[in-house]
């Protein structure tokens, strides 16, 4: 797949080092060439900062046909003004109706070594794009996850993002530490 990230932070940068390694064509856009960094790809990761959701989404250009992945979560109130989450900005704000959420539920650490000794962690998606599942799943399988579960359509980001909490709480506040992650069990 031809990707575009837009964010080069550790999110970003984990992801791009896994899908190149999967032999995906990944680019890192740059801030004023977004547009331009996107337009040639069929997938777009937006991994920035929450709060910038509004002004990067209007930066992609024509995003028409595109899915666009969405791996931000509003941290400590920090989002884009008058949403309640970054996935229902970024549809407001761009032509894709491809929109969804993923790769939110964990950290950069385990996004970049997703393998706990012989199991791999899971991951999850949400939104109403049938097709935008069928990319972050895929995506999600060649960066080395063991599964991506569908969570629902898009009435569900506000949980993925609350999901996400659980994490960094679990990590940060509980004192666990970032090498925890989560793996669903079925009998």
């Keep these: ?6 964010g080069s932070g550790n999110v970003g940068t984990a992801l791009a080092k896994q899908w190149r390694a999967a032999g995906h064509d ?26 910038a959701a509004v002004e990067v989404a209007q930066q992609l250009g024509d995003t028409t046909g595109k899915v666009i992945i969405d791996v931000m979560n509003i941290v400590r109130g920090n989002g884009p003004e ?19 959420k993923c790769f ?14 012989t199991q791999a962690l ?14 972050a799943r895929q995506l999600g399988l060649d960066a080395g996850f063991a599964e991506v579960y569908d969570v629902g359509g898009n009435e569900h980001f506000t949980l ?12 940060m506040r509980q ?8 793996k669903l069990l079925k009998r």
């Design 175 to 182: 004192g666990l530490g970032r090498e925890i992650g989560f």
């Design 104 to 117: 939110n539920t964990t950290g950069a650490n385990n996004m970049a070594d997703p393998v706990y000794g």
């Design 1 to 6: 797949m031809k990707i575009a990230i837009v």
């Design 26 to 51: 990944v680019v890192v856009a740059e801030r004023g060439s977004i547009a331009e960094s996107v337009s040639p790809n069929e997938v777009v990761v937006l991994a920035t900062p929450a709060k």
């Design 160 to 171: 993925m993002e609350q999901f996400a909490w659980f994490w960094i709480n679990l990590a």
């Design 82 to 100: 008058g949403y309640g989450n970054t996935t229902d900005a970024i549809l407001a704000n761009t032509a894709s109706r491809d929109v969804v």
């Design 122 to 135: 899971d991951l999850f998606v949400c939104g109403d794009s049938v097709r935008g599942k069928q990319v």
